[in-house]
T-cell receptor, first 114, second 117 residues
Framework: AQTVTQSQPEMSVQEAETVTLSCTYD???????LFWYKQPPSRQMILVIR??????QNATENRFSVNFQKAAKSFSLKISDSQLGDAAMYFC???????????FGQGTTLQVKP | GAVVSQHPSRVICKSGTSVKIECRSL??????MFWYRQFPKQSLMLMAT?????????EQGVEKDKFLINHASLTLSTLTVTSAHPEDSSFYIC????FGGGVDTQYFGPGTRLTVL
C-alpha cells in the first residue's frame, strides 16, 4: 500500500521568512511522481510543484522548492520569502502505479504572520 | 492552460431530492476524471475514478447507486447525488487528468458545496 504522511498539522511563519513543510511517503513503485498542492480559503486546489522520482534534481518554482530525498522517502516543501497569500492548507501527494490515483497526506495548515 | 470548471459552486437542496454536479476540462481532453469529498479541515477522500466511455470505479465504502458518475465525453463528467440526505452535505471536488497520455498531473475544479436540508 502507498502512504503519505504529513506530521505537521499546523505551521506558522513570519512574513518574508522561510518555512519548510515536511512530507514522508512509502511506495513500492519504482516510477512515481510527487506533488505539493495548495488549498487556500477559497478551497480551490492549486498545483504548487511536481517532482518526478527518476529526476535527482530538486524541482523549483519561483519561491517554492523541494528537498527530495529518495532513499529516505522524504519530500519537503520550502517556501522562501513567505507572503500573506501563501496562507493555506498544503497537501503532499503521491502518484504511483497505473491507476492514476493520487494519495494525499493529511495536510498542513500554514499561517503567515504579518 | 489546464483549467477545470465545476458547476454549480454551491447548491442547497431538500432531503430526498437528487443533485447533479458537472465537471468540465476547459482546455484539454481528460481521459480520466476523479471525484473527491472533503470535510472541513480534512484531506481529500477519493470517491471514484471515471474514464471516458466506461463505468466508474468506486472506492471501498462509496455507494455507487447513491453517487452516480457519468463520463460521457473527454471534457465532461457528472456526479449525481441521488436521494440526498443531510449526511451527504459536504464539499465535492473533481479533478481531471490526461493520465496515460504523458501528463500525469491532476488539475482540480473549484469544488461544489452541497447542503442538504
Amino acid at each position: 500500500a502507498q502512504t503519505v504522511t504529513q506530521s505537521q498539522p499546523e505551521m506558522s511563519v513570519q512574513e518574508a521568512e522561510t518555512v519548510t513543510l515536511s512530507c514522508t511517503y512509502d511506495t513500492s513503485e519504482s516510477d512515481y511522481y510527487l506533488f505539493w498542492y495548495k488549498q487556500p480559503p477559497s478551497r480551490q486546489m492549486i498545483l504548487v510543484i511536481r517532482q518526478e522520482a527518476y529526476k535527482q534534481q530538486n524541482a523549483t518554482e519561483n519561491r517554492f522548492s523541494v528537498n527530495f530525498q529518495k532513499a529516505a522517502k522524504s519530500f519537503s516543501l520550502k517556501i522562501s520569502d513567505s507572503q500573506l497569500g501563501d496562507a493555506a492548507m498544503y497537501f503532499c501527494a503521491l502518484l504511483g502505479g497505473n491507476t492514476g490515483k493520487l494519495i494525499f497526506g493529511q495536510g498542513t495548515t500554514l499561517q503567515v504572520k504579518p | 492552460g489546464a483549467v477545470v470548471s465545476q458547476h454549480p459552486s454551491r447548491v442547497i437542496c431538500k432531503s430526498g431530492t437528487s443533485v447533479k454536479i458537472e465537471c468540465r476540462s476547459l482546455d484539454f481532453q481528460a481521459t480520466t476524471m476523479f471525484w473527491y469529498r472533503q470535510f472541513p479541515k480534512q484531506s481529500l477522500m477519493l470517491m471514484a475514478t471515471s474514464n471516458e466511455g466506461s463505468k466508474a470505479t468506486y472506492e471501498q465504502g462509496v455507494e455507487k447507486d447513491k453517487f452516480l458518475i457519468n463520463h460521457a465525453s473527454l471534457t465532461l463528467s457528472t456526479l449525481t447525488v441521488t436521494s440526498a440526505h443531510p449526511e451527504d452535505s459536504s464539499f465535492y471536488i473533481c479533478s481531471a487528468s490526461t493520465f496515460g497520455g504523458g501528463v500525469d498531473t491532476q488539475y482540480f475544479g473549484p469544488g461544489t458545496r452541497l447542503t442538504v436540508l
